[in-house]
């Protein structure tokens, strides 16, 4: 059955953006929303859509929103409660968990402790905390959609899968970003200015960056891993220039299943949103006759480092994939401010790896613990 109300996690940013459209489009309620500090955007969007609570995460902006919004029947709330709150709101039964980083962990686990389902656009809680995310939301009976447009594509492949042991191997592509084909010499003088002109997504500066390093795609592996229990040796990736081919799933017998689709990411959101059914898009569908020729090719994991340490990450498992997520937060954040270059952020996560012990990751605080350890690692100079 398809949502009635909806919470949004992150409803400033891209995805969270996307996801309002497809809400108007669909006629949902919105219980909550949540975003960082925009205040004139969260207050845009609180007139049109009129949830119960509205966060800000930032206590000033939040105290400003509440200013703005007086008079209205809206509660305001910030910090790490309110977006708590917002997870587990009781009128919503989907929180679309749409916050980029290391900050979407908590939230999203609030969600699968009440039941929802989670249309899950936050890689990070599967990557740092899949095992334990995935057990919890089995045993709270909370259904976790994902919205990654590779992801999916997976999920929408593997619907007529009877069982698990029929895939032989998922398959996502990639797009390769703004630097593809550059050797790692080449790469050492790009600045950020450079590697934000991704060739087909409009994303948010830190999954563009990502983009470009190669390393969204190697957390997009580690999702995968998690979300449909599989090992690292049946998940790979291939540059997908053109990022029609969205993933693939090849199947024991040879057969190999394939989502097409314009790059439009309101196409997974409203699958996310309408699962099992499938509403009526108003977008215009892909023209075979008219897109370009589709090519694939194997990524270059000596010029874009961050695809190797993803997926050694990944075979230490542990809190290795914590580490690795939170020490590429903090170099990829230096990198934007222009504090470090672009070759350092495989460096600067290569070296809070080799400090990190790895150890186990079925509980929330000994991943936070590596998280943080990461990333004060990552801030290092030197």
Same mark, same amino acid.
């Given at each position: 059955m398809s949502p009635q109300t909806i919470s949004v996690l992150g409803s400033t940013g891209s995805i969270g953006r996307q996801t309002l459209e497809v809400v108007r489009e669909l006629h949902l309620k919105v219980a909550a929303l949540a975003a960082r500090s925009s205040v004139d955007l969260v207050e845009a969007q609180v007139r049109e859509f009129l949830p119960e609570l509205?966060?800000?995460y930032d206590m000033?902006?939040?105290?400003?929103?509440?200013?703005?919004?007086?008079? *209205?029947?809206?509660?305001?709330?910030?910090?790490?409660?309110?977006?708590?709150?917002a997870a587990a709101?009781?009128? #919503?039964?989907?929180?679309?968990? #749409? *916050?980029?980083?290391?900050?979407?962990?908590?939230?999203?686990?609030?969600?699968?402790?009440k039941g929802k389902r989670i249309a899950l656009a936050n890689k990070e809680t599967l990557v740092c905390?899949?095992?334990?995310v995935m057990r919890r939301a089995e045993e709270r009976g909370a259904e @976790?959609?994902?919205?990654?447009?590779?992801?999916?594509? @997976?999920?929408?492949?593997?619907?007529?899968?009877?069982?698990?042991r029929e895939?032989?191997?998922?398959?996502?592509?990639?797009?390769?970003?703004p630097f593809y084909g550059r050797s790692a010499g080449e790469l050492e003088q790009v600045t950020a200015a450079d590697a934000l002109k991704h060739p087909n997504w409009s994303m948010g500066a830190k999954i563009t960056i990502d983009s470009a390093t190669l390393m969204n795609k190697g957390l997009e592996i580690i999702e995968a891993m998690r979300l449909y229990r599989l090992p690292l040796e049946q998940v790979t990736a291939v540059i997908h220039r053109q990022s029609i081919v969205h993933s693939l799933v090849e199947y024991r017998d040879g057969a190999v299943l394939a989502q097409l689709g314009t790059p439009d990411m309101r196409l997974p959101i409203r699958y996310a949103l309408t699962y099992p059914c499938r509403a009526e898009s108003p977008a215009e569908p892909l023209d075979l006759l008219s897109c370009p020729p589709l090519t694939f090719a194997a990524p270059d994991m000596e #010029?874009?480092?961050?695809?190797?340490?993803?997926?050694?990450?990944?075979?230490?498992?542990?809190?290795?994939?914590?580490?690795?997520?939170?020490?590429?937060?903090?170099?990829?954040?230096?990198?934007?401010?222009?504090? @470090?270059?672009?070759?350092?952020?495989?460096?600067?996560?290569?070296?809070?790896l080799e400090r990190s012990d790895g150890g186990d990751a079925?509980?929330?605080?000994? @991943?936070?613990?590596?998280?943080?350890?990461?990333?004060?690692?990552?801030m290092e100079n030197g």
């Amino acid at each position: 059955m398809s949502p009635q109300t909806i919470s949004v996690l992150g409803s400033t940013g891209s995805i969270g953006r996307q996801t309002l459209e497809v809400v108007r489009e669909l006629h949902l309620k919105v219980a909550a929303l949540a975003a960082r500090s925009s205040v004139d955007l969260v207050e845009a969007q609180v007139r049109e859509f009129l949830p119960e609570l509205a966060v800000l995460y930032d206590m000033e902006a939040a105290l400003e929103l509440a200013r703005r919004l007086r008079g *209205l029947p809206v509660r305001v709330a910030y910090g790490l409660e309110g977006l708590l709150e917002a997870a587990a709101i009781d009128q #919503a039964d989907t929180v679309v968990t #749409a *916050l980029v980083g290391m900050i979407g962990l908590q939230p999203t686990l609030a969600a699968v402790e009440k039941g929802k389902r989670i249309a899950l656009a936050n890689k990070e809680t599967l990557v740092c905390a899949g095992e334990l995310v995935m057990r919890r939301a089995e045993e709270r009976g909370a259904e @976790i959609v994902p919205v990654d447009s590779e992801h999916s594509a @997976i999920f929408q492949c593997l619907q007529g899968c009877r069982d698990r042991r029929e895939v032989r191997r998922l398959v996502l592509t990639c797009s390769g970003g703004p630097f593809y084909g550059r050797s790692a010499g080449e790469l050492e003088q790009v600045t950020a200015a450079d590697a934000l002109k991704h060739p087909n997504w409009s994303m948010g500066a830190k999954i563009t960056i990502d983009s470009a390093t190669l390393m969204n795609k190697g957390l997009e592996i580690i999702e995968a891993m998690r979300l449909y229990r599989l090992p690292l040796e049946q998940v790979t990736a291939v540059i997908h220039r053109q990022s029609i081919v969205h993933s693939l799933v090849e199947y024991r017998d040879g057969a190999v299943l394939a989502q097409l689709g314009t790059p439009d990411m309101r196409l997974p959101i409203r699958y996310a949103l309408t699962y099992p059914c499938r509403a009526e898009s108003p977008a215009e569908p892909l023209d075979l006759l008219s897109c370009p020729p589709l090519t694939f090719a194997a990524p270059d994991m000596e #010029a874009f480092p961050c695809l190797r340490l993803a997926m050694d990450s990944a075979r230490r498992g542990g809190t290795a994939c914590a580490a690795l997520n939170g020490a590429n937060e903090a170099a990829v954040g230096r990198f934007l401010r222009g504090e @470090i270059g672009f070759c350092d952020i495989p460096r600067l996560v290569e070296r809070a790896l080799e400090r990190s012990d790895g150890g186990d990751a079925m509980s929330l605080e000994a @991943i936070l613990e590596a998280d943080l350890a990461a990333r004060r690692v990552a801030m290092e100079n030197g």
